[in-house]
């Protein structure tokens, strides 16, 4: 007899609309057992896939249930057919937004069938985007027992195509620095491999020199970053396999004004013996968003000792983690022009057992008639917004960064027209507390809570000054906020309130 929630799923998926699952399925995913799941799995295949991206959203929903109900336990102890996750993975089309979720499932697992089915699909069937494959691709990283012979080299096959080429030469290259293999797998392809190269920098050569429309600048953009990835992991690929012939192909990416890929392939050359490259590649330990690869290239080269002492003091090494955080994509993507260490200061912070050093360190952009300028933090944490943090005292930066990541379930904020009754009283009395102290124009905005602290966050002015006062039983704070395009929003002033008591209690 056909499982009727099975039923209900397959029907509601073959009915357009565009209402939510219903929370009867949810339920249902989190209690069935593994016979069911695999029912499932079988049974999507046997409906028509998705097509349009509104069913895909719902797919995807369900793809998702299916792996989070399977990862409740470790995954060599699902004993679903390997064709299941490949089926289902070929049915979901390649629009799909959480297939490779399901071969990251049989990378995890890793029986020799779901390596073989791995290397099958991103070979043949690769997900659409880099980022998919090389998620598709980490667990094979994080397993110590690999049977590597069951990757390579028949996973080369997949480096002519321009998505996957990146994530599998990163494997290789991993594989190889890790003595996981005997050799560079691709050891045999030198040539293929200098040939992608001077092919990478010839089209990284035209696009910095594209004119791109503003329709244009996303598309170039990740053009941009898709060359430049396969560029740095074709030059650790021929740095690790030390071919004298990759020598011309490796001055050419040397050439190329990407710092990252111009430190790749001068170490490459420094490790074949090429004093231009050894040269270069202590050059480039002045560029912050560089020091960090060459000082460990350096060390890997024995050529530590020729760098610049100024260039790897812990100020010096803090500045290199800020300029790659903001160099990611995800932030302003690309580095800033000026770093400055502005104080190091050692203490017990959240979430660490021993004091930590942290650095607070100015950055700035200079983008001809304007520039942009912040504060950041490397130490416990690399991390930096683009509110103005730059009038904060150092004591209220670092309580800023010590308090935006404080996570606990008695840790919160509410907005003051979502208080409570009681909640209401508590505000009350705090705003009552602040008229009290001779504060003016106040505002409350929201009522946090700290263990045992409740404390209302309030926009007021004191002496002509405005800014945000914070209220609660055991004190008053006071964050000056002079004018700013990009001012601190009150949910800050209170993270700000959060990192100060915290570090005041550990550092009493």
Known sequence: MPNPEIQAILGFLTQPGSTPWPIATETW?????????????DSLCAISPPLAPEQHQYWDWLVNQILTRLAAQPAWECTFRTDLFTSLYAHLGATS???????????????????????????????IDELHVGTALAPLIQNSDLEW??????????????????????????????EHLPAHPAGDMVPHLNMMLSTIVKQLDVLSETQASPNDMHDVAQQVEQAVALAVSLCDSLSLISDESSTPA????????????????AAA??????????????????????????????????????????????????????????SEPTQLGFPPQVL???????????????????????????????????????????????????????????????????????????AIDQLTEPQRIDADRCERRIHDSGFEGVEPVLLGRLFERTALVAVATMDGNSGFVIASVE?????????????????????IYKGTVLLNTFNP
């Open 29 to 41: 995913l989190t209690l069935c057992d593994e016979t069911e799941i695999e029912e499932l799995m």
């Open 149 to 178: 012979e069951l990757i390579f080299p028949a996973l080369l096959d997949g480096i002519s195509n321009p998505t996957t080429a990146a994530s599998i030469l990163d494997l290789a290259n991993f594989a190889t620095r890790k």
């Open 250 to 265: 490796l001055y050419q990416a040397m050439g190329l004004t990407h710092r990252r890929v111009q430190t790749e392939a």
């Open 340 to 414: 400055e260490t502005i104080e190091s200061r050692t203490c017990f912070w959240p979430g660490y057992d021993d004091p930590v050093t942290n650095h607070l360190i100015r950055f700035r952009y200079e983008m001809g008639e304007m520039s942009y300028e912040n504060i950041g933090i490397a130490g416990a944490m690399t991390f930096a917004i683009s509110e103005d943090l730059g009038a904060l005292s150092h004591d209220e930066a670092y309580a800023y960064f010590a308090g935006i990541h404080a996570e606990h379930d008695d840790i919160y904020e509410l």
């Open 475 to 495: 004190e008053i704070q006071w964050i000056n906020q002079p004018p700013s395009p990009r001012p601190i929003t009150a949910y800050q002033a209170y993270d």
């Open 97 to 127: 937004k959480s297939r490779n979720q399901l071969v990251q499932f049989l990378a995890k697992r890793a029986f020799q069938e779901d390596l073989q089915a791995v290397v099958e699909v991103i070979t043949t069937d690769p997900p």
């Open 269 to 326: 050359l420094a490790r074949l013996g090429e004093a231009d490259g050894e040269a270069h590649l202590i050059e480039m330990a002045s560029q912050p968003a560089s020091r960090l690869r060459v000082i460990q290239y350096a060390r890997e080269l024995g050529i530590e000792s020729r760098l610049d002492p100024s260039l790897v003091t812990e100020s010096a090494v803090a500045e290199s983690q800020l300029a790659l955080f903001l």
